[in-house]
């Protein structure tokens, strides 16, 4: 299995037949279900939960999706997907990459990049990055390579 950058933040996904749709392969929406996962779980694996963007009133809500449908995956396919902030622009707005992989055969099914912008939660309105999270998603990223 080889990943586009280093150091990985993955999860396992197992296509479940809810995920399936009219043509027999996993929806696209559940792929963005899935990056929704995978972004939570990274920042929750970094001391960033929802309970503390509570706290601090502040959430990273996405700005713009990238998304780039490689291959299909069906139910039953067991399924790694990776995620990696890439950039951090210091006063409002994160950038993830993710890519998800079948190991069955090695195909990368997904490429895909989304862009988060900070937000203050009691209003919905763009507030600057918290210290803390400048700090805990900074010493995360990694170089972005093409």
Do not use: K
Not at 26 to 34: D, I, P
Not at 40 to 49: D, I, R
């Amino acid at each position: 299995m080889e990943w586009d950058l280093p150091q990985p933040f993955v999860i396992e996904i197992v296509v479940a037949p809810s995920a399936i749709d009219e043509y027999e392969h996993a929806n696209n929406a559940e792929y963005l279900r899935w990056i929704e996962q995978v972004s939570w779980a990274h920042s929750e694996s970094l001391g960033l939960s929802l309970a503390r963007y509570r706290e601090l009133d502040r959430g990273m809500a996405v700005h713009r999706h990238e998304l780039d449908y490689l291959a299909p995956a069906f139910e039953g396919d067991r399924l790694r997907l990776a995620t990696w902030i890439i950039d951090l622009e210091g006063r409002l707005t994160l950038t993830r990459r993710f890519q998800l992989l079948r190991p069955a055969d090695g195909r990368t099914l997904l490429r895909a990049r989304t862009r988060f912008a900070c937000i203050e939660l009691s209003s919905g309105r763009p507030r600057r990055l918290p210290d803390e999270y400048r700090r805990i998603y900074g010493e995360a990223a990694v170089a972005d390579t093409p």
